[in-house]
C-alpha cells in the first residue's frame, strides 16, 4: 500500500530563519514525490517534484527538497523564510511501476506559520 | 497554456437538494481528471477519477457520482445532498503520472 506520513501538524518558524517541512512516504516500486501549497480558500499549487535524478529538487518560491531513499523521506526545506510562506503544505506520493493514472496519496497536510 | 476552471466558486444547497459542480481544463488534450473533497482544510479524500470519457472510477461509495461527458469536462453530482456532503471541492488534471494540477474549487455548504 502507498501512504504518506506528515509528522508535524504545525510547524512554526521566525521570519529569515531556514525552514522544514517534514514527510515519509511508503511505496511500492519507485517513488514519484510532490509537494504543494495551499492558501486558505484556494486550491493547490504545485510546488516540486522528485522523479529520478539528483536527490536535492529545486522549485518554486525558493523551495527545495530532499529525497533520502534509505530514510524514504522528501523533506521541504526553505533557508529563509517569508511570512508569506505561510500556508499548509501538503506531500504527495505515487508509485511509478508503469502506471499511467497518477493516483496521488497525501499526507494530512502541515500549517507552516511564519512569524515577523 | 492550461487552465482549469471550476464554479460556482461557493454554494449553499439545502439538505435533500440536487447538486452539480463542473469542472473543465483547457489547453491539454486527454488529461486525467480527479475530484476531491477537503474537510475541516486539511486531508485530502479522492472521490472519483476518470481517464477518458466516460470512464469513472469512484473511491468511496457514498451519496455522490461524478460524469465526463466530454474530454476535458468533469462533473461531479448528487441526486440528494447530505449535511455530510458540506467541504471543499478540488478538481484537478494530469497528464499520465506526472503532477496535478488543481482548480480554485467550491466551497459547498449544506444546511
Known amino acids: 500500500a502507498q501512504s504518506v506520513a506528515q509528522p508535524e501538524d504545525q510547524v512554526n518558524v521566525a521570519e529569515g530563519n531556514p525552514l522544514t517541512v517534514k514527510c515519509t512516504y511508503s511505496?511500492?516500486?519507485?517513488?514519484?514525490l510532490f509537494w504543494y501549497v495551499q492558501y486558505p480558500n484556494r486550491g493547490l499549487q504545485f510546488l516540486l517534484k522528485?522523479?529520478?535524478?539528483?536527490?536535492l529538487v529545486k522549485g518554486s518560491y525558493g523551495f527545495e527538497a530532499e529525497f533520502n531513499k534509505s530514510q524514504t523521506s522528501f523533506h521541504l526545506k526553505k533557508p529563509s523564510a517569508l511570512v508569506s510562506d505561510s500556508a499548509l503544505y501538503f506531500c504527495?506520493?505515487?508509485?511509478?511501476?508503469?502506471?499511467?493514472?497518477?493516483?496521488?496519496?497525501f499526507g494530512r497536510g502541515t500549517q507552516l506559520t511564519v512569524w515577523p | 497554456s492550461q487552465t482549469i476552471h471550476q464554479w460556482p466558486a461557493t454554494l449553499v444547497q439545502p439538505v435533500g437538494s440536487p447538486l452539480s459542480l463542473e469542472c473543465t481544463v483547457e489547453?491539454?488534450?486527454?488529461?486525467?481528471l480527479y475530484w476531491y473533497r477537503q474537510a475541516a482544510g486539511r486531508g485530502l479524500q479522492l472521490l472519483f477519477y476518470?481517464?477518458?470519457?466516460?470512464?469513472i472510477s469512484s473511491e468511496v461509495p457514498q451519496n455522490l457520482s461524478a460524469s465526463r461527458p466530454q474530454d476535458r469536462q468533469f462533473i461531479l453530482s448528487s441526486k440528494k445532498l447530505l449535511l455530510s456532503d458540506s467541504g471543499f471541492y478540488l478538481c484537478?488534471?494530469?497528464?499520465?503520472?506526472?503532477?496535478?494540477?488543481f482548480g480554485p474549487g467550491t466551497r459547498l455548504t449544506v444546511t
Open positions: 511505496v511500492s516500486g519507485n517513488p514519484y
Open positions: 504527495a506520493v505515487t508509485g511509478g511501476g508503469g502506471s499511467t493514472l497518477g493516483r496521488l496519496y
Open positions: 522528485y522523479i529520478t535524478g539528483d536527490n
Open positions: 489547453g491539454t488534450s486527454n488529461p486525467n
Open positions: 476518470s481517464v477518458g470519457i466516460g470512464q
Open positions: 484537478a488534471w494530469s497528464l499520465g503520472i506526472h503532477e496535478q494540477y
